[in-house]
């Protein structure tokens, strides 16, 4: 039994209004797999990094009690690198260089060991890796979730839909939502997609929260209103660990776990941008978690007398 | 004891993708006079319209329970006229014609009648119209809500600020709270604008729905997701007439009875854009407001177990 996240290890230069960072350790499989091991002891990572990537890196998952058996090391090959550059507002970016390097020709090895694999996060990547990841695996996980982007939807739109069919949540933004479907209401939108094959859908807001919808149901999640928002880089991959960790964890799945998943995901996602890339969600304790999900409580919960 | 609304009682043109009206009637404090009448039986309107306003549109606040001897009747005179057209996405929309008329030399007359003003809403007119009702209560009432937008911020700012010292909660939307505090985080704009004289603040946010802000408290409301907007056209003027009603009915002034009443509002704005004007809440029934919130209680709610 465990949770394999497949997705991006890289190096990140970061640069936002506050000040920027040299290459620090970056990519949706850390941020998730961070995420979800504060939920789940059995975190396994599939990736793929170079030879410039640190033992002391891999040592810091494994402190974590993840699992690197399935993260490659390319000799002689350089980690993927992404670097950027946030606006004054925080909600955009310019990327500034992209390096695929490893990533070019990633093929996703799934070692015997992660065959137990009953919880599975796609993190974003191209749809043919994801749908790779899935067809490697022996037994169909009993939960697979899916994070990709407009970028896939712009190229490679068929593969996308081949590989949604065979998952059962997916995770998008609003307006990736409203391409993906052709619909502007969220509602109609959400309609669509979960004929597509997913059985819940994730539509993230950033800072106005979340929503998710399954057959007739919506639920609305709350956003934690921040002073300071320092980096939000990983925040969403961090959302994605911390839902899917805290589903592996309480091992049921249904529309209440998972609204109840959204709340710790978003409360990981919170400390994350309270600091530069990873720094925050590296150390948190128990205790500051439960406390951020009270505040996420506090926030939205009010009371109509009948 | 009463509720006094001020603000608009206009003509609206309106065309959406959906299709489009002749003059109907609008304005701020029609809808929010409407909205507050299915809460508070003392319901009174200050306002002005020509003499093309009509007897029976007249008779249908009557028929809320609306008192409208401070709705002055200009002869001779044109009622306030607004045309405007939406966007396919309905969140944005050209004005195509604004004609002041009666408005643009409004003087409220408070009639000896409203003197016993207990809450008052200032709806969105110019601050010096809204100080002048403040001025010509002789009680200061227990409750002051204002609405206001970018405009007056653009060109009267001075009054502005001078009469939103002399209020209890000011409702704004997010881009307003960012250019009154100057701050780009809400949380931040917040601080800002409480130190301004409002004891609360709600920070509107259409379909993301809405924010309280009271000391170092926040509540996070949700917006109903629609499948079909058919017209947003004062919505959050019915919101701000939906919360004070509500108020006014519980008669205690906290942050619980507030979140409450947002709820309220948010349920009476909901329906409001699902038909043309005032069309939908016209005619609600107390079943349909309670089934309205019940939703509201289902989307946001979700239970942690310690």
């Given at each position: 039994?465990?949770?394999?996240?497949?997705?991006?290890?890289?190096?990140?230069?970061?640069?936002?209004?506050?000040?920027?960072?040299?290459?620090?350790v970056?990519?949706?499989?850390?941020?998730?797999?961070?995420?979800?091991?504060?939920?789940?002891?059995?975190?396994?990572?599939?990736?793929?990094?170079?030879?410039?990537?640190?033992?002391?890196?891999?040592?810091?998952?494994?402190?974590?009690?993840?699992?690197?058996?399935?993260?490659q090391?390319?000799?002689?090959?350089?980690s993927?690198?992404?670097?950027?550059?946030?606006?004054?507002?925080?909600?955009?970016?310019?990327?500034?260089?992209?390096?695929?390097?490893v990533?070019?020709?990633?093929?996703?090895?799934?070692?015997?060991?992660?065959?137990?694999?009953e919880?599975?996060?796609?993190?974003?990547?191209?749809p043919?890796?994801?749908?790779?990841?899935?067809?490697?695996?022996?037994?169909?996980?009993?939960?697979?979730?899916?994070?990709?982007?407009?970028f896939?939807m712009d190229i490679?739109?068929?593969?996308?839909l081949?590989?949604?069919?065979?998952?059962?949540?997916?995770?998008?933004?609003?307006?990736?939502?409203?391409?993906?479907?052709?619909?502007y209401?969220?509602?109609?939108?959400?309609?669509?997609?979960?004929?597509?094959?997913?059985?819940?859908?994730?539509?993230?807001?950033?800072?106005?929260?979340?929503?998710?919808?399954?057959?007739?149901?919506?639920?609305?999640?709350p956003?934690?209103?921040?002073?300071?928002?320092?980096?939000?880089t990983?925040?969403?991959?961090?959302?994605?660990?911390?839902?899917?960790?805290?589903l592996a964890?309480?091992?049921?799945?249904?529309?209440?776990?998972?609204?109840?998943?959204i709340?710790?995901?978003?409360?990981?996602?919170?400390?994350?941008?309270?600091?530069?890339?990873?720094?925050?969600?590296?150390?948190?304790?128990?205790?500051?978690?439960?406390?951020?999900?009270?505040?996420?409580?506090?926030?939205?919960s009010?009371?109509?007398?009948?």
């Open positions: 039994m465990s949770l394999i996240i497949i997705g991006t290890v890289a190096f990140d230069a970061i640069e936002t209004p506050f000040g920027k960072t040299e290459k620090i970056g990519g949706a499989a850390t941020y998730a797999s961070l995420a979800a091991s504060y939920f789940y002891n059995k975190v396994k990572i599939v990736g793929v990094v170079g030879e410039d990537f640190h033992a002391g890196d891999i040592k810091s998952f494994n402190d974590h009690g993840i699992d690197t058996e399935g993260l090391i390319k000799k002689g090959e350089k993927f690198f992404w670097s950027g550059k946030y606006h004054n507002d925080m909600n955009s970016r310019d990327t500034l260089v992209t390096e695929l390097n990533l070019a020709d990633f093929d996703p090895i799934i070692p015997d060991s992660y065959q137990d694999c919880y599975l996060m796609l993190g974003n990547l191209t043919q890796v994801q749908q790779t990841v899935i067809s490697r695996l022996k037994k169909r996980p009993k939960l697979i979730v899916l994070d990709t982007m407009n896939w490679a739109l068929d593969d996308l081949g590989v949604i069919k065979n998952i059962d949540v997916l995770t998008i933004n609003d307006a990736e939502a409203r391409q993906l479907s052709g619909e209401s969220l509602v109609k939108a959400a309609k669509k997609i979960l004929k597509m094959g997913p059985k819940y859908l994730i539509i993230k807001k950033g800072e106005h929260g979340a929503l998710l919808f399954h057959d007739d149901l919506i639920f609305s999640a956003a934690l209103p921040l002073a300071e928002v320092f980096d939000p990983g925040a969403g991959d961090t959302f994605a660990g911390g839902f899917i960790g805290y964890q309480v091992g049921t799945i249904n529309f209440a776990s998972m609204k109840n998943a709340i710790y995901g978003s409360a990981l996602a919170s400390f994350c941008v309270e600091k530069f890339g990873t720094e925050k969600i590296k150390d948190l304790t128990k205790a500051q978690i439960s406390k951020r999900v009270e505040q996420f409580v506090n926030l939205s009010f009371i109509i007398e009948k």
